[in-house]
């Protein structure tokens, strides 16, 4: 029996974002060098798409890259923005065919000029798509978002068109990159590691935590759907008490 045929429709998560982590250590299990690694994440991220739009969920959020990921070795960072290239253009008609609109919360402007370019493109060619949102963070970081949202909001209170006294959750929220997304209802985290790297401070303030030992590559839809019947059986109280909730 599939995980699949315990989800409640009715209360399906509106957003999960996942923290892809694991690639490098999967394929050194393998003996293999680390981009085989990440182009086996790339398969996970084909088929968690596709489970996550017929599924029906609204937003996806995948942190793919991250403003400290600009550090790691010279020849792995090149490696990771080509195959960011090559997988835009094999997974474009996969995006069309299920309605998936791609978009990006990131420093776009920090890419190759070829990655930005193919990404833009892909992002203006499914933005008529009206299913799945497919959220790629892409050169980002919780802080690198809140830093730049600080100086929007300075920017406006000087310039005379945001009282100080507007700067409030909602503001806030609408003057950082994921403005007009809702708070991810379901965070998950592969590879084991407890932490959450700099992805969404902000935004996972109520969200439900899911950390699996399972590296990105391994990671199934059938994980997925764990994670999602998991979060399912929990009670989200948002700081009330379970008889509140109750009545
Ligand atoms: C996640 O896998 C992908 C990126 C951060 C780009 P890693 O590359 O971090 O894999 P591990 O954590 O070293 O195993
Ligand atoms: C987090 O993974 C970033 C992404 C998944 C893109 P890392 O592998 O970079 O995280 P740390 O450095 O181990 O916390
Ligand atoms: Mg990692």
Known sequence: MSKKDEIIQERIPRHIAIIMDGNGRW???????RMFGHKQ???????????AAELGI???TLYAFSTENWNRPKEEVDALMALLVDTIAKETPTL???????LTIGDVNRLPQITREKFLGCIHETSANTGLNLVL???????????????????????????????NEASISN????????????????????????????QIAYSELYFTPRLWPEFTTEDLY?????????????????EQLKS
Request: no cysteine; aromatic share 6%; net charge neutral.
């Open 175 to 202: 003057h950082l990159t994921t403005g007009g997304i809702p708070d991810p209802d379901l965070l998950i985290r592969t590879s084991g590691e407890m932490r959450i790297s700099n992805f969404l401070l902000w």
């Open 41 to 51: 994440g790339v398969t996970t991220v084909h088929n968690i798409t596709e489970a």
């Open 226 to 242: 764990e994670a999602i019947v998991d979060y399912q059986h929990r009670e989200r109280r948002f700081g009330k008490t379970s």
């Open 137 to 167: 963070a892409l050169s980002y970081s919780s802080r690198w978002e809140i830093i730049e949202a600080a100086k929007r909001i300075a920017a406006e209170v000087k310039a005379g068109t945001l009282g100080i006294d507007d700067i």
């Open 58 to 60: 609204e937003y996806l």
């Open 27 to 33: 394929a050194k299990k393998q003996g293999l060098a």
């Open 96 to 102: 069309m065919k299920n309605n998936v609109r791609l």
